[in-house]
């Protein structure tokens, strides 16, 4: 049976959630206009007023916000509310490392903690799960976001953090464990730390498991299941809108519901900027709605992904997103050619024996790209017959040759080789200087 948070919300008959959406639109147009230079600028300089917001439709109206603006306005500039109305920031060093701060009213946690609640729930949750936050606490969202939603759901909370992993093991445990919260690179090193310690998936009572916080395959979703004996939802978010639980996947896993009464989502042509229909893939922007720290107008997330409107059999009426397939500036560009990391991740996964941990590295070497991948395989595979072995390298070689249309050489380290992360997984090392 399907679980809900919030029945009525989450259901809600499409015409009557779009009502609500303009209104909340409306709403926050006025507002970030009235209390934020930022946007009074930005939106002056569009030649476009609050009052021109008439219709959904006319948010394509609206400027973009960037991750860029964001910087530029660092740290308060993009909030709307005084600093002493916000009771938390959050921040993220994205791949520069100059530092994006989101301010949060309590209005903004208190809102997280429902959606957080809402998203545990659709993954099975209830108030008598026993849940342990392994994502990261502190100024990452992964921690607290996933705390204040399990709290709120009247779950037995276990704020664990990521890290001291045999600890963690214990805790399963010996707290019963039900519901594991951290980044599905996390889940697998504690499968593996799990085989190490001589413990197996039946020794515990794991449920669910609730990850996200960086990209994964379906390949990935397999070996975790597998691994550690549970069910593994895709929880989706970024700091800037909220934190984890902008979208989640419910029971039936065609997509990850997004929360449309709190976040319009839009998908749009990264190159045109124009706005694209459902089933077309693009950059995915947000709209806050009814947040008050930081609202944000039309945020380019640089994750690529669709929308679709297709009903769920959940009864759930909020679009969906599929799985990001990756970000339009984590795209590698390999002699000419367009290569996401996850296409490279589902072609090694096809071969038996692969353990899920690589390494990309792209070189260039006499002015051409070389891309190496670093794949760990099982250890009585490295006790195989040297031409057994080779026949795999070549096998793989082909995959993902095939798969990416770059030809790219494998390499196999033995297990634990490749650096373990207890956050978001490092799979890319571009040592070109371009
Ligand atoms: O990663 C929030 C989060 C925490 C989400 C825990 C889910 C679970 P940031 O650190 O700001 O926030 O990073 C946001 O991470 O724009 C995506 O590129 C990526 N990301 C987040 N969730 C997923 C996911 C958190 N399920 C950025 N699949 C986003 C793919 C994801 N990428």
Redesign the pocket.
Known sequence: MTNYYEKELETMPRAILEKLQLERLKTTVEYVYKNCNFYSKKMDEAGIKPTDIKSLSDLKNLPFTTKQDLRDNYPFGAFSAQKSDIVRVHA?SGTTGKLTVAGYTQNDVDIWATVMARSLAACGCSHSSVINVA?GYGL???GL??HYGSELLGALTIPASSGNSKRQLQLFKDLGVTTLCC?PSYALYLADEMQNEGYSASDFNLKQGV??????TEEMREQIQNKLGLKAY???????II??GVSVECEYQCGSHIWEDHFLPEIINPETLEQAGYGQQGELVFTTISKTGMPLIRYR???LCSLTNEPCKCGRTHVSMT??VG?SDDMLIIRGVNVFPSQIESALFTVKGIEPHYQIIVDRVNNLDTTEIQVEIEDKLFSDEVKNLQKLKSQLEKNVSNAISVGVKINFVSRGTIERSQG?AVRVIDKRRI
């Open positions: 993220s994502y990452f969202t992964g976001g996933a980044t990850f996200g916080a960086e990209p994964w895709n929880i989706y978010g970024l700091s800037e934190g984890p997330t640089r994750d799985k990001v970000r978001k």
